[in-house]
Structure formats: structure tokens, C-alpha cells
């Protein structure tokens, strides 16, 4: 069984499109999951969510989908400046005035994880589990730095064992460690990295009799697009930068 798996699109439809079509040009796809941020920072909420819609691709909730659809205070974002809080705010007001009511409604209805048996909930193999951030919280990071001890209660938290996986997204930098047997795997962002490849990623996971393998795909998109989309929602230039760079802007 192999999956696609693909997170943080944060309302870059032009990435989305071009991740979609590489998984559809590749051909060997049994089923491709979302796992959350849809929207924010970028331009194109609605048309983001209708693609998946109009595809069936099943997801999760991020921090960002349950604060919009909730209309929580705050998307529920890590800022590391003054600067990134004034942003965070800004995109964050603009999605909710951006988004249609049929999104909000669809972003409402996401669950907040989901458990995959690729080998059939018959059998007693391998699981896949699908959170944002952790699973206990969408807003908590799950970033490369933390201890394996920390990997083992978020395993133990939902029950995992060896040979099976939790994938997450949320941080934005793609990552893979195996601890106790158990594959800890950060999906990347197809909409906005922060690794400092500005590309489109996503990963792709195939589950065999005898063991998970993961491999992770950069794809460049129409990014002078999606520029020029932020550009005429009236959105800071500090997200063209951020965009451009991978998530590597200088000046914030």
C-alpha cells in the first residue's frame, strides 16, 4: 500500500496543483490524505478546499482549519518575534473574511486524526496514524530536536508499536526518525516550507510485508502565481519574501 501524504497547503492552490499533478504523473498512488492548515497566509482558501473536495481526498484539522472554524481569538501559531505576531494576526484576520461559508463548514468537519491499517483493518499490521501537530494538540510542534522520549509518549499516547507510524506536519521542515521501531515522520509543507527550499513537498509512504519505507518530493510550481495572488489580496510583502525563500526572509 502506498500512500500520499500532504500537509500545510496554506492556501496555495499553484503548489497543490503542481504536488497533485507529479502524485497523478507518478501513477502508483493507492490514496492520498491532507493533514491540515488548508488555509491562511496566502490567497487561495476556497479554491485550496475545493480541490480536495472535488477530488475526495480525506484529512485532518490543523491548528489553522479548527481556529477559522471555530473563530478561535488566534490561529493558534508560534511566533518567534514581534513581528511574526503582528503577521500571524494579519493573515489570520484576512482568512476569515476570506474564507466562503462552505469552507468554514468543511473545515468544521475535520476530524482531528485518523488511523490507516494499510494492510486492512482485517489483519494485524502495520498502522498509519495522521495528526497535525501531535496527538494530543494541533498547536504543539513536533520538531526534529525533540527527545526520543518525547517520540515514545507521543507514540504511547495513541497506542503505537513497532512497525507502525505517526505522520504530522505543522513545523514546515520534512523529518524522519525511527525510535523503538516506530517511524516518527514530519510530512514537509506543500504551501510553505520553512527548510529553505521554497519548492512544493510532500511525502510518499509504502507500506510492504516487511517494512515502511518513506521518501520525501520536492516539485516547483507556479510561484510568481501564487506572488501575484498575494500581492492583489493586499497581504504583507513579508509572505512574498517567505514564499521565495523557503522560509529563510532576512528582513523578519
Known amino acids: 500500500m502506498r500512500y500520499a501524504l500532504i500537509s500545510d497547503i496554506h492556501a496555495n492552490v499553484q503548489a497543490l496543483d503542481a504536488v497533485l499533478a507529479d ?8 490514496a492520498v490524505y491532507h493533514l491540515g492548515d488548508l488555509v491562511g497566509y496566502s490567497s487561495s482558501p476556497d479554491e485550496v478546499v475545493e480541490r480536495l473536495r472535488a477530488r475526495a481526498i480525506a484529512g485532518i484539522a490543523g ?10 481569538k488566534h490561529c493558534g501559531c508560534k511566533s518567534e518575534s ?28 475535520l476530524p482531528f486524526s485518523l488511523d490507516l491499517r494499510p494492510h486492512g483493518g482485517h489483519a494485524s499490521g502495520p498502522r498509519l ?10 498547536t504543539v510542534y513536533f520538531t526534529e530536536d525533540r527527545p526520543d522520549d518525547f517520540c515514545r509518549k507521543m507514540a504511547a499516547s495513541v497506542g503505537l508499536k513497532a512497525g507502525d507510524m505517526l505522520a504530522f506536519g505543522h513545523t514546515h521542515k520534512p523529518w524522519h526518525r525511527v525510535v523503538d ?4 515522520v514530519n510530512t514537509g509543507s506543500v504551501g510553505r516550507p520553512k527548510d529553505g527550499d521554497w519548492r512544493a513537498g510532500y511525502l510518499r509512504v509504502s507500506f510492504s510485508e516487511m517494512a515502511a519505507e518513506v521518501e520525501f518530493v520536492r516539485v516547483p510550481y507556479d510561484i510568481d502565481a501564487t506572488v501575484a495572488g498575494v500581492r492583489a489580496a493586499g497581504l504583507p510583502e513579508d509572505f512574498v519574501a517567505f514564499l521565495q525563500t523557503g522560509g529563510k526572509p532576512t528582513t523578519i
Not at 181 to 184: D, K, P, T, V
Request: glycine share 8%.
Open 23 to 30: 502524485i497523478d504523473a507518478r501513477g502508483d498512488v493507492d
Open 63 to 72: 491548528n489553522y482549519d479548527s481556529t477559522v472554524a471555530t473563530d478561535y
Open 82 to 109: 514581534v513581528r511574526q505576531e503582528e503577521l500571524a494576526h494579519i493573515s489570520y484576520e484576512y482568512t476569515r473574511g476570506a474564507v466562503s461559508a462552505t469552507t468554514k463548514r468543511f473545515l468544521a468537519g
Open 129 to 138: 496514524v495522521l495528526v497535525h501537530g501531535t496527538p494530543t494538540l494541533n
Open 181 to 184: 521501531g516506530i517511524h516518527f
